[in-house]
């Protein structure tokens, strides 16, 4: 078992940063890829970004490319997600999530935590 916390969001104003923390705990693993979603009121599911042990990024979503940076720092068992440039619509409930890195399924998510962006 592994359990993550989110933490960072909050409300900022459009142009702003903010930076998201995911703390791993528990069955921690180097193996695991640890991913961010987030979710819009209303809207499905977006997957923004991944981050492997040996620092392997992905970005899936063209809207964040050159804003959004994921990064970890495995001393601390943290994943950082550096947002800039926000703006309104990434407004949304961002979860951060892991999986194995022998599956593409996200077994194990964090509770979320809300970034609202005013215009």
């Known amino acids: 078992q592994v359990q993550l916390v989110e933490s960072g969001g909050g409300l900022v104003q459009a142009g702003g940063s903010l930076r998201l923390s995911c703390a791993a705990s528990?069955?921690?693993?180097?193996?695991?890829?640890i991913g961010w979603f987030r979710q819009a009121l209303g809207k499905e599911r977006e997957f923004v970004a991944s981050?492997?042990?040996?620092?392997?990024?992905?970005y899936p979503i063209d809207s964040v490319k050159g804003r959004f940076t994921i990064s970890r720092d495995n001393a601390k068992n943290t994943v950082y997600l550096q947002m800039n440039s926000l703006k309104p619509e990434d407004t949304a409930v961002y979860y951060c999530?892991?999986?194995?890195?022998?599956?593409?399924?996200?077994?194990?998510w964090g509770q979320g935590t809300q970034v609202t962006v005013s215009s």
């Open positions: 528990g069955r921690t693993s180097s193996s695991y890829v």
């Open positions: 981050i492997s042990y040996r620092d392997t990024r992905t």
């Open positions: 999530a892991a999986r194995g890195t022998s599956t593409a399924t996200y077994d194990y």
